[in-house]
């Protein structure tokens, strides 16, 4: 069965610094989704990558899907203490089941 | 305003209870999902329904029961054949089976008494 690894686990940045988070599958990607969790609180949609090379940014995060669809990135730019949380990626096993499995979690503080 | 409801946000469970989450919601969305999710790990998927009357077995569905009898609602009972049922346990709902971005509920934490 498909598996997706997230590293790093947890990651402590100061503020205003980049940082990049990563997903790892072990089978093709049919579309690997973004999210974001506060503690105690439902997920927060981020973005959708569907393409090999595709990439999408909103505000300062930037999302990149590798060619071969088996790697995504999610990368800060300027972090701040709104970014502090659960990011969690989440993919479909394959096209057209209606189910998502999900990463981990790496978990984000951001000191001030 | 539209959104996934899931009530109540804190649950205790006695010994060889059963219990019941609730998950509605207004966005009329024809699939809805239930994951659990504990400390440290992703969310794991329960049960799922494409369609009103229909559900399927997730990867972790045993102690666990569903049903569909509305578009808007798909409640959780959590049985007492469920002997590890502390977690956090998220109801989700997408539009589009394809692209099947899950809009999520802000939880429910469940806690053995």
């Known amino acids: 069965s498909q598996e997706l690894e997230q590293s790093p686990q947890s990651l402590i940045v100061q503020e205003g610094k980049n940082l990049t988070i990563n997903c790892t599958s072990s089978?093709?990607?049919?579309?690997l989704y973004w999210y974001k969790q506060k503690y105690g609180e439902g997920l927060i949609f981020l973005m959708m990558l569907q393409k090999g090379g595709e990439e999408k940014s909103h505000e300062k995060i930037t999302a990149k899907l590798d060619e071969k669809k088996q790697q995504s990135s999610l990368h800060i730019t300027a972090s701040q203490p709104s970014h502090a949380g659960i990011y969690l990626c989440?993919?479909?096993?394959?096209?057209?089941?209606?189910?998502?499995?999900f990463g981990q979690g790496t978990t984000l503080q951001v000191k001030p | 305003d539209g959104g996934i409801t899931q009530s109540p946000k804190y649950l205790f469970r006695k010994e060889g209870q059963n219990v019941t989450l609730s998950c509605e919601q207004n966005?009329?969305?024809?699939?809805m999902y239930w994951y659990r999710q504990d400390p440290g790990q992703g969310l794991r998927l329960i049960y799922y329904?494409?369609?009103?009357?229909?559900?399927q077995k997730g990867d972790i569905a045993e102690g666990y029961s569903v049903s569909r009898e509305k578009k808007e609602s798909f409640p959780l009972t959590v049985t007492s054949a469920q002997k590890n049922p502390t977690a956090f346990y998220l109801c989700?709902?997408?539009?589009?089976?394809?692209?099947?971005?899950?809009?999520f509920g802000a939880g429910t934490r469940l806690s053995v008494l």
């Open positions: 989700a709902s997408t539009r589009d089976l394809f692209k099947n971005i899950q809009y």
């Open positions: 089978k093709t990607l049919y579309g």
């Open positions: 966005l009329n969305h024809d699939a």
């Open positions: 989440g993919a479909a096993q394959s096209s057209n089941t209606g189910k998502l499995i």
């Open positions: 329904s494409q369609i009103v009357n229909d559900f």
